[in-house]
């Protein structure tokens, strides 16, 4: 049986109060978790469907008791991707662009991770179409 962790933060950005609870299986102090822990899976990520972070889509499906809903793109303005190493929060733009390095630590952040954005990151028809190849 594997252990429920939840991970409280206390966030450096410009809000101080702000804290990010990460939720998951086996979570570690940079986010790591029994899904996915080399040394670049140091992030998580914001669901919509309960404003909460996990370190995986996996976390997520065994953690949670509904179905996820990935962070929708009228609210990529906001930040819903956490750094394992520094705690700073980035947006999706943030996050995409950043050539997996974090901005603000210079962390590494696992290329392998794009493979299940859709699970993250709201898709339009082009983001689709680009994924398939078409």
């Given at each position: 049986m594997c252990a429920h962790d939840e991970r409280h933060v206390h966030v450096r950005d410009n809000n101080p109060h702000v804290h990010v609870h990460v939720r998951g299986v086996?979570?570690?102090?940079?986010?790591?978790?029994?899904?996915?822990?080399s040394e670049r899976d140091v992030v998580a990520f914001r669901f919509d469907c309960c404003d909460t972070y996990y370190p995986c889509h996996r976390c997520h499906d065994t953690v949670a008791d509904h179905r996820p809903v990935p962070w929708p793109r009228d609210r990529f303005d906001e930040p819903s991707v956490l750094c394992g190493v520094c705690d700073r929060r980035l947006t999706v733009p943030e996050y995409l662009e950043?050539?997996?390095?974090?901005?603000?630590?210079?962390?590494?952040?696992?290329?392998g991770c794009e493979a299940h954005y859709h699970y993250y990151f709201e898709q339009s028809e082009s983001d689709v179409s680009t994924a398939d190849g078409s």
């Amino acid at each position: 049986m594997c252990a429920h962790d939840e991970r409280h933060v206390h966030v450096r950005d410009n809000n101080p109060h702000v804290h990010v609870h990460v939720r998951g299986v086996d979570v570690d102090s940079e986010t790591r978790c029994a899904h996915y822990n080399s040394e670049r899976d140091v992030v998580a990520f914001r669901f919509d469907c309960c404003d909460t972070y996990y370190p995986c889509h996996r976390c997520h499906d065994t953690v949670a008791d509904h179905r996820p809903v990935p962070w929708p793109r009228d609210r990529f303005d906001e930040p819903s991707v956490l750094c394992g190493v520094c705690d700073r929060r980035l947006t999706v733009p943030e996050y995409l662009e950043s050539g997996n390095v974090c901005p603000f630590c210079d962390a590494s952040f696992n290329p392998g991770c794009e493979a299940h954005y859709h699970y993250y990151f709201e898709q339009s028809e082009s983001d689709v179409s680009t994924a398939d190849g078409s």
